[in-house]
């Protein structure tokens, strides 16, 4: 079955850096977009990064263009998501993300706080 599982959230401070990751199993990875999305309580999931299954093609929200980077290592069945000049609104719980023959699946989240 379908697993994504994220980790590597914690509590940092203003301007500092995270990387997250999303293991994937269960599915052909290297053939999928892989997305990592963000939400905050009382507010929709925000779509924050995407990636092509090849790697080359990434697309990010404006709110994070510049400071975060998407990757994946196909042979690891792994998505980071490098998370720089981190800012007090970039605070959510962080999904990793995939359609896989119509289906939506999510992982279970990690919680980023940034706090002074």
């Known amino acids: 079955h379908v697993q994504l599982v994220e980790a590597g959230g914690g509590l940092v401070q203003p301007g500092a850096s995270l990387r997250l990751s999303c293991a994937a199993s269960?599915?052909?990875?290297?053939?999928?977009?892989i997305y990592w999305y963000r939400q905050t309580p009382g507010k929709e999931r925000e779509l924050v990064a995407v990636i092509a299954p090849n790697g080359i093609w990434k697309n990010y929200a404006n709110t994070v263009q510049g400071r975060f980077d998407i990757s994946r290592l196909n042979g690891n069945n792994t998505v980071f998501l490098q998370m720089n000049s981190l800012k007090f609104e970039d605070t959510a719980v962080y999904y990793c993300?995939?359609?896989?023959?119509?289906?939506?699946?999510w992982g279970q989240g990690t919680q980023v706080t940034v706090s002074s």
């Open positions: 269960g599915f052909t990875f290297s053939m999928h977009y």
């Open positions: 993300h995939a359609r896989i023959s119509a289906r939506e699946y």
